[in-house]
């Protein structure tokens, strides 16, 4: 199982911020330096709203708090798994591989600890990957028995105790909980190991709580919204993190966000059964026959679907009833239950899941021998139980009454499979309702959707057209509240409100099912699926042209709506023709996935990247010449400060550095270098499209003239030694990529094609001053040296239009070197385009000879109306211009 590209998105985001941490040793400025460089600074405006990213809260003093915003089904456990290894490679070696799961309820932490604890659980296989198949998981149980749990292991393997938040808290009444803070015999042998600055007062060190601060650990918060109280942020200090990871879908106001996943990203990797199709009925019985028909044919289309992709999936409908409440003749879950049997539906597809009552414990909804079809609840379903098979929320609650979908929404979003399934309606989710206050339901909806990570934008609903009522039923409903029908129960023949009429219900649940059934139904089951069908169509044409740029959303999320800018009136037919020619690859037969012919040659060309320039690289035969000669051999110091423990963490890292160099000393040579350079090759990170092994045996020729006093400066500066290998091997791909990049153009095998068209409007997130010709109502912002090259350019009298070229937003060279986002684009009214990248004159260096060089080559490729030009400031660097020389250039063209 590997990461979609949204969650790689994220490990990516992680990996950048562990990269400020570690240059400012500080949570707080690596924190609001990352989101300054993302999003611009932060500024409090006077009405209440911002821009930027709020600054670091330290809610966890002496630890790094940050958090990670996944909507639900985003998959946020394999993220963290993967997230743990990104962390613990940022850490010193030395430090031990701790890490407490915090889960909020008992049945969440059944499942996380069973999932983590299999080894053939995805979950387990990429924490096994990840840690070299060291790797426990332990419950409380087994931590406070001592069982596999010794000083020895917790240092050599990957330990993860997966806890509740209840059970650790210090104040908690339980006497099970309590054992945390008590003096443990089986946890003798820590005696000594245990820190006794860290021992919390009153208790003993072999206490489990003692032996887990001594450790540090990283610390996980699943559903963290659930862990903000005092009492929780208590719990997490006694826990003495170095690191607490928040995951969830609905942060809250204090959370130090580092990465966002956008919704539309979960439905291009078909994670999600989105939009949510939303129909409104004037009558319970209307629902509950709806629903039985939705359900009947969406397992018809299931069936078709299996004989063709042997994916099993039997539709389940969650049938929501309300509470019972004391006074009130309520619909229970019970009387559903009841009614569901009387139109003689199995009793063994029909199953309670409610507060106090069970009926799906044990059962595996997913199992191709399940029966079950109907779930009765009512709300109280809390994480832990999922099932993607729920296609359909059927909502039973007083039509006097907004339906509540807070906490029970959610099941009904996650897609079977994780796949895109043939027939449309298999990938949407369906809410059924008969309430007189749809709009407050709908409120309701859009806040399940929000605090599940999504918005208000992924549903469509719709209302069945009231009925004219008789005089005699208007007056009914006023008097009392009723409308007449047919048969009933009470004395007077009428049936109350909130009992259910099953003579008013049409479904046989005996019919077999029958592909030729498929699209025999109720008119208003036709309505739904049409309706359904056509916005998920919108909805996934949505989905697929969505792009990994998130500077709305992000805004958005920072509390602020995004400032449209659109192309200025004069320009539009202008840019409406013009394409701006990018290089492309003719791909060989053999490159190509699929066995499909194509129609034409030019899907056989694909949009250029770097990765595809090193198809055949290998570091077997490249140069090892590394100079370490100039690394910095003194060990950094950790900045003492008043908490009692970080000066302590600095005397075990010293000592653990000592221990680890005297420990790979006492080994022969052939050991030395395999240890140093797996000590190496697990911080590189991810180096695609280089595979593991080769980047093994590169780092072992690197090192395979070890001495003595080199391993323990390797030891002592293992990140300065990281970074010269890691620049190192990116020189030998830029060299190779390049070679390719040439070879492919001498052969035609790469050419130019039209192919970015200026997008009809932009976010900008810092607006520049005006500048006469721009070609957006406001452009991106400037330095001073960037805006004296434009303005002096947009003074020309030919010059029709000007850009400010937005980086990984806009314009890409893209070619040998990673893409190059030249600064400006210009048109004239001699239908000349001319990129312009300016450059200080200190950036005088090979980075801005390879953009040169690349600019360069676009410019012969594309035709004689296309130009690229570098300018330096004042400095004469061959091949370029300066900020005086260039004004002249350009006026020429």
Known sequence: MELKPYQQQVINDLDKFLEYLNTFQDSAKAFNQFWEDKVGKYQAN??????????????IPGATHIAIKVPTAGGKTFIACNALHSIFKSFDVTRPKAVVWLVPWSNLLQQTAGHLSNPTHPYREKLNALFGNRVEVFEKEELLQGAGFNPTSAKEQLNIFVFNFSSIRINSTKKDDRKVYEQNGALEQFRGFVDKDLVIDDTDETALINVIRSLNPVVVVDESHNAESVLSVEMLNNLNPSVVLDLTATPKENSNIISFVNAMALKKEHMVKLPVIVYNHHKKEEVITSALHLQRQLELLAIEEEKVTGKYIRPIILFQAQSNIKGKDNTTY?????????LRIPEEQIKIKVSGLDELKGINLMAKDCEVRYIITVNALKEGWDCPNAYIL???????????VEQILGRVLRQPHVTKHQSPLLNLSFVLSASSKFQETLDNIVKALQD???SKEDYYAEEEPEVELTNNEVLQQELFGTSPVSSGNSEDGKVPVDEINIEEIDFDPNVELDSNQIGSTTDIVKQITQKGESEGKSFEQKAESYTEDNTDYLLREMGKQPKKYRIEDPFVDVVNDLAIPQFYRKVPADELHDTIMFEELKQEEQLLNRNSLLKGFKLASKSTEINFDDTDTEVFQVDYNESKHTATKQKVSIRAKAILVD?????????????ITQLIVRKLGDMTPISHEDITKYVTRVFEDLHNDQIRDIINNEFLYISKIKAKVKELESEYAREQFQKLLDTNNILVKPSF???NELTQISPSSAIDKSLYEAEASMNGFEQEVIMNIASLENVLFWHRNIEKRGFALNGFESNHYPDFIIFTRNGNLILIETKGDYLDNDESRAKNLLGKKWAEKAGDNFKYFMVFQKKEVPGTYTAQSITEIVRML
């Not at 019970?334 to 009387?342: A, G, P």
């Not at 059927?394 to 509540?404: G, I, M, R, T």
């Not at 420990?663 to 022969?668: A, E, G, Q």
């Open 757 to 759: 068209k200026f997008p």
């Open 452 to 454: 599940s990570g999504f």
């Open 394 to 404: 059927a909502s039973l609650a007083d039509k006097s009454s907004a339906v509540d």
């Open 46 to 59: 006077l009405d209440g709203s911002y821009s930027g990213m709020r600054p670091y809260k330290n809610n």
């Open 334 to 342: 019970i009387h559903i239950k009841e009614q569901l049997t009387k």
């Open 663 to 675: 420990t790979i000393l006492s080994k022969p040579k052939e050991t030395q270098i395999k240890d």
